[in-house]
C-alpha cells in the first residue's frame, strides 16, 4: 500500500513538474490551447482560475499558484505559454505645454517643420485618408480636445473594463519621462514658435498638470498627430495604459485583435517590448494575415537592442520625432519627442496610402521613402528605407506639382531670388509664369529645365504675414504649392 502511494506522488511530480517559482504565492500566465481543449478543466487541473480571454483566438490568461514546466504543459495541451509581463508607454521628453486663443485653428500645428519636412500638407490633395481606421493602442484620449473632434471613431478602454489585470513587472524600464534626443531622425529646425506669425503661443505651465506623470498624454499626442496628417482617417482610441504608463503584454494582445476585428486597416502600437512575446506575436500575425498594418516605435535608448523593434536592419522607415507639437490634454498643445511620435507619423501616412490603395502599402511607403544617410552618418543603413515621404507615397505617377520653394522664408519689404523645383512638370523659358498672393511680386523668371527655374520675388512692406501659396502656369499644366514659403514681419 505504502509503495503504491509513492509511486502515485511521485507520478503527480513527473505530470504536475513544478518549476522553481513554485514558493510564489500566484502566476499569470498567458496559454494559447487547441480548441479541443477546455480552458476550465486545463485551469482547474492546475489549480488556478481564468481570468480572461481574447475572442477568437484561443489565448487566456490564468491565475496559477505554480508555472507548469514546459514538458507538463505539452501533456496538458498547451501549444505555448508565457508569463502576462508589465510594459510602459515609450518614454518621451516633453519640454513644455503651450495653450492658443480660441480662435487660432485647431489644427495650427500641422504647419510645423516637422510636418513639411515629410510633405505631409502637400499630400492633401490626393489623399486625405478618407475612409480608412487606425487605431491607436495607447493610454487615455483626451475626446474633448479641438484637435480632436471629429477624428475619433468608436474604440474600447480596456483598462476599465479589466481593472487589476494581474501581470509581474518583468519588463525593465528606467521611467517614463527621458530626456533621449532621437536626433539622429534629421530634424528641421525652422524656428516655428518663435516666428511672428506664430506669436501667439505662451509656455504654459498650468498647477492642473504637475505631478501627473507624462504618460497620461501620451494617447491624445499620438491622435493629434495622425488627425494632422490624415484628417479624414478616424481614429480608433484603444486604451491599455493607464495614466502611469504601465500595462501588460496580454491586454496588448488582446487590443490588436480588437482593432482588426473592429475594422481598423493601420494600428499604430505606442509600446516597445524588450523580450519577444508569443502572445504579441500572434496577435500581429493575425493582423498581417488580415492586411491590416501594424506600427510600431523604435524605441529611444539608442541601442540596436531590439524592442519593438529599434533601428537597425529591421527598421522599416523614419520620421521627424524630435520637438513635435500635437494636442495635449485639456485643450492644450505639447511640444514633445521620441520615436512613438515617428511612428504616429507614419501611421497617419500609411492611411493616406491606404485610402487610395487595399494592397501594397508598405512597398509605397518604401520606394518613396528619402535616404537620409547622409544626414546621419552614425546611423547609416539602419534608419530602414529612409524617411517617409507623403506626398511620394500617395502621389499618382506622372501628375506635375511643384516639390519645393527656396528658401522658405522671408521678410516685409524683402527682395531676394528663388528656386522652384517641379516634379513632371513642363517649365518652358517664356511661356512659364509665377504668380503668388497680394503684396508679391514676381519678375526674372529664368527656366534651368523642365522641372526647375529661378525667380527674383519682391515682397511689399504691407504683405500680409503667414504661409504663402505660388502658382506656376504654363503651356499645358497649372500646378500650385499651397504652403511654398512664409512671409515673417520686418523687425
Not at 495604459?241 to 503584454?249: A, P
Amino acid at each position: 500500500m505504502n509503495c503504491a502511494v509513492r509511486y502515485l506522488f511521485f507520478a503527480l511530480i513527473l505530470l504536475f513538474g513544478l518549476s522553481s517559482q513554485a514558493d510564489a504565492a500566484s502566476y499569470p500566465l498567458i496559454v494559447q490551447i487547441p480548441g479541443t481543449v477546455s480552458i476550465d478543466t486545463l485551469a482547474a487541473t492546475l489549480g488556478g482560475t481564468v481570468v480572461d480571454s481574447i475572442p477568437g483566438a484561443n489565448t487566456y490568461l490564468l491565475n496559477l499558484p505554480v508555472v507548469p514546466l514546459p514538458a507538463t504543459a505539452t501533456v496538458l495541451g498547451i501549444q505555448w505559454m508565457e508569463l502576462n509581463t508589465g510594459v510602459r508607454l515609450p518614454r518621451f521628453s516633453r519640454p513644455g505645454v503651450l495653450k492658443v486663443p480660441g480662435t487660432a485653428a485647431a489644427d495650427w500645428y500641422k504647419l510645423q517643420p516637422a510636418m513639411q519636412l515629410i510633405n505631409a500638407g502637400k499630400a492633401l490633395p490626393f489623399s486625405t485618408g478618407r475612409g480608412v481606421v487606425v487605431a491607436d493602442i495607447n493610454s487615455q484620449v483626451d475626446y474633448a480636445h479641438p484637435a480632436l473632434v471629429g477624428h475619433l471613431t468608436g474604440g474600447y478602454d480596456f483598462i476599465a473594463a479589466s481593472p487589476g489585470e494581474p501581470f509581474l513587472s518583468d519588463q525593465s524600464d528606467a521611467g517614463f519621462l527621458d530626456q533621449s534626443d532621437a536626433g539622429f531622425l534629421d530634424q528641421s529646425d525652422a524656428g516655428f514658435l518663435d516666428q511672428s506669425d506664430a506669436g501667439f503661443l505662451d509656455q504654459y505651465d498650468p498647477a492642473s498638470l504637475k505631478g501627473l506623470n507624462p504618460a497620461y498624454s501620451h494617447g491624445s499626442i499620438s491622435a493629434g498627430i495622425i488627425a494632422a496628417i490624415a484628417p479624414d482617417s478616424m481614429i480608433m482610441p484603444l486604451r491599455v495604459f493607464g495614466d502611469d504608463g504601465r500595462g501588460d503584454l496580454f491586454t496588448l494582445a488582446k487590443a490588436i485583435r480588437y482593432a482588426v476585428d473592429h475594422g481598423a486597416q493601420v494600428i499604430n502600437m505606442n509600446f516597445d517590448i524588450l523580450r519577444p512575446s508569443l502572445a504579441v506575436k500572434s496577435a500581429v500575425d493575425f493582423a498581417l494575415a488580415s492586411n491590416v498594418l501594424p506600427i510600431a516605435p523604435a524605441g529611444n535608448d539608442g541601442t540596436s537592442q531590439p524592442q519593438y523593434p529599434n533601428y537597425g536592419s529591421y527598421v522599416f522607415a523614419a520620421a521627424p520625432g524630435v520637438g513635435i507639437i500635437s494636442a495635449y490634454p485639456g485643450g492644450y498643445y505639447g511640444v514633445v519627442s521620441g520615436t512613438s511620435l515617428s511612428a504616429a507619423a507614419l501611421a497617419g501616412t500609411a492611411a493616406l496610402v491606404r485610402s487610395l490603395a487595399t494592397n501594397g502599402v508598405p512597398d509605397s511607403l518604401a520606394q518613396t521613402a528619402v535616404n537620409i544617410n547622409s544626414q546621419n552618418p552614425h546611423y547609416v543603413n539602419q534608419l530602414g528605407h529612409g524617411r517617409i515621404d507623403a506626398l511620394g507615397a500617395v502621389r499618382p505617377p506622372g501628375i506635375p506639382v511643384i516639390t519645393a520653394v527656396k528658401p522658405v522664408t522671408t521678410v516685409q519689404g524683402q527682395t531676394l531670388a528663388v528656386t522652384v523645383t517641379g516634379r513632371f512638370t513642363h517649365f518652358a523659358q517664356g511661356t512659364t509664369r509665377l504668380s503668388a498672393g497680394a503684396g508679391v511680386t514676381i519678375t526674372n523668371v529664368v527656366v534651368n529645365s523642365s522641372t526647375s527655374l529661378t525667380a527674383q520675388v519682391s515682397i511689399a512692406t504691407n504683405a500680409a504675414i503667414g504661409m504663402q501659396a505660388l502658382t506656376a502656369t504654363t503651356s499645358t499644366e497649372v500646378v500650385t504649392l499651397s504652403n511654398a514659403f512664409t512671409i515673417n514681419q520686418k523687425e
